[in-house]
């Protein structure tokens, strides 16, 4: 093992009580982490520990965060993956629709990374992780809000890498395609269908094969600013 390269310790994941988020966590509890799951609800399944946190209010960015530090110590693995949709053409978009996807797509993931600098700054080691999408390169109508939040992840993981690669944090980008969660449940078959017909592997994803990949960011030591697609072939080439 790397000097400074920490192989588990304390890992925070946002959104961490269903889908990609729930697997993710299960998965590094798995691989030895302590975990704490966020969400707006402060509950999740299978015994994990949760906090409460509306990532699109920096108020409560802070106190879950400080409450994760208290109860299990300094967060050495940040996943961002807490996210929304808010679909619909952009004429018919309104200013909530663009506003809460920003708030809660992009700017909770920056600020959740700024806070975390302070531990992992402190520590010369961390590892962030954030939770993109095959859309913020391939662009998808009716998603210009949820594409351009996620899009804007690229560019803040990539920023950020450079920032603090010399203190030993890696900050990358997992860009699921799609993965049965709620999140897509709503899909109707023609819509399924049509989307089926664009991922070479013919399926959608289970949210623990996004979570395997998420596991391998956290600890691939020389691995920062990339962007993994996780999205059977859908994205290939942007
Ligand atoms: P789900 O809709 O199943 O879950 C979303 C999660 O985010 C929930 O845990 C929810 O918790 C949490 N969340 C939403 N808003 C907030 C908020 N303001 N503060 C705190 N937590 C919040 O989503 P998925 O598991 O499908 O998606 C997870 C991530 O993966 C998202 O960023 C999504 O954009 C991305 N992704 C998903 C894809 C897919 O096909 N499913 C494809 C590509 C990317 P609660 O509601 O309890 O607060």
Do not use: C
Request: without cysteine.
């Amino acid at each position: 093992m790397l000097e400074g390269i920490a192989m588990t310790g304390v890992a925070f994941v946002t959104g961490g009580n269903r889908g990609i988020g729930l697997a993710t966590a299960l998965r590094l509890r798995e691989e030895g982490w302590s975990v704490v799951v966020g969400s707006r609800s402060g509950t999740a399944p299978d015994g994990l520990d949760a906090v409460r946190i509306d990532v699109s209010d920096p108020a409560s960015i802070e106190e879950a965060y400080a409450q994760v530090e208290e109860r299990v110590g300094p967060v050495t693995l940040l996943v961002a993956n807490a996210g929304i949709t808010r679909d619909t053409l952009l004429m018919r978009m309104s200013d909530e629709d663009i506003d809460e996807v920003l708030q809660t797509n992009l700017a909770g993931s920056i600020r959740l990374a700024r806070r975390a600098m302070k531990g992992m700054i402190r520590a010369k080691s961390g590892s962030i992780v954030l939770v993109g999408s095959v859309v913020g390169l391939l662009g998808s109508a009716g998603q210009v809000n949820y594409a351009a939040s996620k899009a804007g992840l690229v560019g803040v993981a990539r920023s950020l890498a450079r920032e603090v690669g010399s203190r030993g944090i890696r900050v990358n980008v997992v860009a699921p395609g799609f993965v049965e969660t709620d999140m897509t449940a709503d899909l109707d078959d023609a819509q399924r269908a049509a989307i089926l017909s664009g991922i070479p592997l013919a399926r959608y994803a289970q949210p623990s094969e996004v979570a395997d990949v998420v596991a391998f960011l956290a600890t691939a030591s020389y691995v920062t600013g990339a962007v993994i697609p996780v999205d059977g072939g859908l994205g290939m080439g942007h």
